[in-house]
Structures are given as C-alpha cells and as structure tokens.
C-alpha cells in the first residue's frame, strides 16, 4: 500500500468509484450481513385497545367500509415506521365494520386471519361460505379466495386482521383483483366446512384447492372447551402454559402455510419461564389478565390488548389471580418449511 496515503481516505475514495459501478464492499457489511445471532429492527410493543378504541371508533364516522374497502387500522411496528408491518414478515390491523355496511369482496395473494376482537353477527364469506362472527372465533382466508365481508347486525363488530403482507412483499409475488359483483354468491350454508372438515373426517375424494385449511372458522367456544379441559388436566408448559396450534385437519399441519396460529391458556398463578424463538410472535389477549416480561420491558396485558415480541427476544408471562387466554401468530411454518426456526428455553 501507498505508505503516504491515509488507508482511511484511499478506502473511502475507492468505495466512491467502485460505487459508480454499482459495487459495494462486503468487508464493511459482513458482521450486520451474517450476525451471530437474530438483531430485529422490530421492538416489543403492546397496544391498549381501552387506549385505541375511540380513535377507531372514530373511523366509522370518517370513511365508509365501502369507499376504504377496508376500514383498518394498521398496527405499524415502532422500529418499523413506514412499512406497514407488525414484524418483518407479517402485517397486523385492527378492522371496523359498522352496522348495515359491506366490504366489497376481492381476491389476493396475501393469506388473511382474523380474530374477532369485539361484537357479534358481522360475517365474513370465503369460498362461497359466510362464517357469523363471535369474540374469540378464529377465521381465516386463504391465498387467492374470494372474500368480503358484511355486517346486518346492530352493532359495530372489530376483528384483528393478521396477514402476510411482508412476506409477499419479500417475494414479489403479489397479485390482486376485485370482483365484478361486491359481494359472493353464497352457494354454501353456514358451518359447512366445519361439519365437512372440523370433525375428524374428510370427504373420500378431498383434494385441497389451496394451501390452507378448507377449515375458515374455527369457533372461539370449542377452542376454548378444548383449552379448558387441557387446564383440568395438569401438566403445565413452564413457558407456554397449555398451547395448541391451529391446524389445517386434511394435513396436520399449520392451518395456512405461511401463518402459524396458536391459542393459550394460561393458569392463574403462572410465573412462567423464559423462552425465545425466530419467529416474531403477534399476541392478542382473548381473556384475562397478566404480565408479559419481553427482553428488559414489562407489559400489563388485558382483555382485547395485542402485543408483539421480536424474533429472538426472550419473554416470559405471568398472571395474578385470573385465567389468561391468548391468541397468537408468527411465520413459524414458513420458517420450518426452510430448516431455518429455532427456539430457546432458558435452563
Ligand atoms: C384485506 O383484504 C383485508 O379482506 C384486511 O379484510 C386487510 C390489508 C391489506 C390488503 C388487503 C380483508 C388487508 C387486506
């Protein structure tokens, strides 16, 4: 090397002429390139839905479902401003539908889950099918479906909104259209493919048209027997409580290929141990109360609350004297698909 030239300034003046060829360094990207552990941009965060309510309410009188298409709104991650996200692959959104509105229904790449947060009687239609709406139930809308929803009942019904946006995005594999009618025709009675699909039996000649589970709804009320009777049972998680998966019944598998869901319960009096995985976790409280501890914050979580904890980030809950149920959803099937998740149990 030139021994009169700063190294500094000659390595400088090289990056800006190499630049104009479009080449950069790899010696001064690799540590951030290649970490030696997951550093998300993504930062805990919890939203107080007592806290949000008024402002979505507030929506209603602002936009009609019909001209927003969607009236939403996004839960955008704070380390993540402007990109829509909740974490690096998923989306998250809080969506109003008021009495006597309709949502026009359209079909897109993007896998849709919804879990209804507040209200009863709005419906959403998928495949022909309406599912009615009840706090807790777990609906979702596979890639590529027809879906619109509608709300002939009487008062406002909310639902958090999980999708993959990102991930598609990531891909850039994004397709979208609208239908030519603003609602389906509906050619299925209501709990059709819960009767077809949800019962342990499948038709004989069952071929899957998509990826997801041909289960849409999942009704809150057998979740929640199911997650009862496990919590008579004993046998605690120390991390998870008792946690099952959503699945899609014709595989085993996850219910959508690229969102994991999951429904918990968790005991009164549980001080759980710490854990951490890969996949960033969107939680929603369906009932009680407690404490989640992510990295060095605390959050008091309450009924209707939604919180996030980033990839890798150890977390631990904890409750007083109230049962706790929890929602959650996360990338962890795309994730196993690529051999890339892991998860950590503190010893
Ligand atoms: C969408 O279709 C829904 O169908 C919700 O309810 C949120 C966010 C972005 C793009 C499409 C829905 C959405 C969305």
Avoid: K
């Amino acid at each position: 090397m030139n021994q009169s030239v700063d190294p500094g300034a000659a390595r400088a003046d090289y990056y800006r002429r190499i630049g104009e060829h479009r080449l950069t360094p790899l010696w001064e990207a690799m540590s951030a390139l290649v970490p030696e552990e997951p550093r998300s941009p993504c930062v805990p965060h919890l939203w107080r839905y007592d806290d949000l309510r008024p402002a979505l309410m507030e929506s209603g009188t602002l936009i009609t479902a019909r001209e927003a298409v969607r009236r939403v709104l996004i839960l955008e991650n704070p380390g993540l401003p402007g990109s829509s996200a909740i974490t690096q692959s998923l989306y998250a959104g809080l969506q109003l539908i008021m009495p006597g509105e309709v949502a026009p229904s359209h079909r897109h790449t993007q896998t849709a889950l919804r879990l209804i947060v507040e209200g009863t009687g709005a419906y959403t239609a998928v495949e022909g099918e309406r599912s009615t709406m009840h706090p807790g139930d777990f609906i979702l809308t596979p890639s590529w479906t027809w879906h619109d929803h509608g709300n002939p009942a009487t008062e406002p019904v909310v639902w958090l909104d999980g999708l993959d946006i990102p991930t598609v995005r990531f891909f850039d594999c994004g397709f979208a259209e609208n239908l030519a009618t603003e609602t389906q025709p509906v050619v299925r009675p209501e709990g059709d493919a819960l009767a077809r699909y949800g019962a342990n039996l499948l038709p004989v000649d069952f071929r899957p048209t998509h990826g997801a589970s041909p289960v849409f709804a999942y009704p809150y009320d057998r979740s929640r027997e199911a997650l009862h009777r496990l919590s008579r049972a004993g046998e605690v998680d120390a991390c998870h409580g008792h946690r099952m998966q959503f699945i899609n019944p014709s595989t085993g598998g996850p219910a959508m290929p690229t969102i994991g869901a999951y429904i918990q319960w968790l005991p009164r009096g549980f001080d759980g141990a710490r854990y951490r995985s890969t996949d960033g976790t969107i939680f929603h409280a369906i009932e009680g109360r407690g404490v989640v501890e992510i990295g060095d914050q605390r959050f008091e979580f309450g009924p209707r609350d939604t919180f996030v904890v980033p990839s890798w980030q150890p977390y631990r809950f904890v409750t007083g004297g109230d049962d706790a149920v929890l929602f959650s959803f996360s990338d962890r099937p795309v994730q196993q698909a690529l051999h890339l998740w892991r998860e950590a149990r503190a010893s």
